[in-house]
DNA sequence: TTAAAATGATAGTATTACTATTATAATATA
DNA sequence: TATATTATAATAGTAATACTATCATTTTAA
């Protein structure tokens, strides 16, 4: 039941494309299980080699290090949201109901939605919440910036801005509100999961049913 | 000019006080400063110690680890802006001029406040503007939690969500703006510095102003 | 079928993240 | 003032990490 999407990302994230390989698509398929499982700062490329029956020098041919690793994983995720919001609004004209989509998709995009083989959407999601923003938390991050490591990252808030101004053109932050939207997402989930004193909503509740309906209460609120 | 608090912290995070000791302050002072400096992943205890004219050894007798070590820090931030929220918000009644205050505080508590010789807390909000969410984004965060290494973190956001609720009784989500409105301004502070596109504000303008203005117009629209 | 490309096997290096031991200096107490 | 206590320094050592290099073997493509 996969969908015949390839995503294409920046060729400065990798050494050679990961997704045209047998060995390249097990590192992505066992990185994002190793990560998810044991944490971004434990996993190892020795570690991934160990389990996929390769070695380190061989991963070392596709990722100069975990990091770069870790800015494609996210970068895909990124680009995967963006697909699935172009692909789930493509028959709405009404932009109020294009941001309740983009919101869906920024909570539970990967429960909903059939994926690519090698990656585990829900998994990777996990990684976006608990490591995504090490990606861009970096003491490299104007260097890796300029060499488009981020674009998808920019593209998905401008995209969002976009149905935000949409909505609302006298709103004066739209970017401000597509990214906050987006993080106050993950960290909510992550809170709630992690540190529930730092939210109001419980894990209880009804799975993402409770942070949809906050999303958009915030959104709604900010836009009227 | 200094002021005569002492910020006292979880004792879980340290081995041994380190502002009781002359070596100790030492270590709380540049670490600050390398960390700004280089960023927390290239920053390690050797470098520390030989900037410092101490040893590795010496400094592990302080604190456990690295990650520790940001741990105290940023929970040092934490309750620093938790006690400077306390005092600048002691003689006004009116729940909108706190938040006003406290928006004020997140923003650029750092640039107008006096402050504890050993500590540069502009640099310190560099670092939790940057490295900040590192802190509790870790495979050990329910331990870490447990242990109450998060307790600044989570008594800042009952503070603010207090005021919150004072001003709308009805507002069903105050935890989740009080830590929105926290994440928010440190995340677009940091926008604007290094990916410019994923915020409305530019680092042109009248300094924190432009941070301030925003956070306030969200928090206004909500609680409206 | 043969050349080229991808992967595996193995080895090696510098740095990191520690721990342990002993010596020396500073401080507190009797 | 002598002495005990504690803090720090000096030094050494270990296991793991984050790589790089080389060469052999397998797979694939021309």
Known sequence: MSIEIKISLNDGLYLKEPQDSKLGRKIINHSILMIDECGFETFTFKKLALRINSTEASIYRYFENKHLLLLFLVNWYWQWVSYLITVNTRNDNDPKVKLKIIIQSFVSASLDNPGVEYVNESKLH??????GMKAYHTKDVDNENSRGFFKSYKDLARSVSDVISEINPDFEYPFTLATNLFEMSNNHIYFARHLPKLTDITV?????????????????????
Request: glycine fraction near 4%; charge should be negative; charged fraction near 35%.
């Open 126 to 131: 996990n990684i976006v919440l608990s490591e």
């Open 204 to 224: 209880r509740e009804n799975k993402e049913d409770g942070f949809e309906k906050m999303v958009n209460y915030f959104a709604d609120k900010l836009l009227a």
